[in-house]
């Protein structure tokens, strides 16, 4: 038996030719790949309906450990994403985050391109 090469196939006529979907690398390059990573999508999606949650409330909704939020929170914050104060509540430290105008932009520009790859997707 001999294999066909995928260079011998051809379209029969029943086969209707498929909508032009944009090409995965273009959508790539326009996703921000900080935000795209799943904790840090939580971190930034919780924040934007709140106005700051605390260290402890952002690991008990994402059900993470400490060092999870903890690494992801700081990428977030060094890109300018998130403000991080840290106060004391008696003798209990308090790390408190909250969204900033560059994060909430950089969501809103987010689910813009996700949404555009849906609606491509579900037109395809």
């Known amino acids: 038996m001999v294999a066909k090469s995928s260079a011998a196939y051809r379209a029969t006529p029943e086969e209707k030719p498929r909508k032009s979907v944009p090409a995965p690398e273009s959508t790539a390059v326009s996703l921000d790949r900080l935000i795209h990573e799943r904790t840090r999508l939580g971190i930034i999606s919780a924040l934007a309906v709140n106005d ?3 260290f402890n409330e ?8 400490d060092g999870n939020v903890s690494v992801h ?3 977030l914050e060094d890109a300018g994403y998130v403000s991080c104060t840290k106060s004391f ?3 209990l430290p ?7 105008a560059s994060g909430r932009r950089a969501l809103e520009k987010y689910l813009g391109h996700m949404e ?4 491509a997707t579900r037109e395809g």
Do not use: D, F, V
């Not at 952002?58 to 450990?65: F, I, P, R």
């Open 73 to 75: 929170a700081r990428k």
């Open 52 to 54: 700051s949650l605390t």
């Open 89 to 91: 509540a008696g003798r």
């Open 116 to 119: 555009a790859l849906i609606r």
């Open 58 to 65: 952002l690991k008990q909704l994402l059900g993470a450990t």
């Open 94 to 100: 308090k790390t408190e985050y909250r969204l900033t």
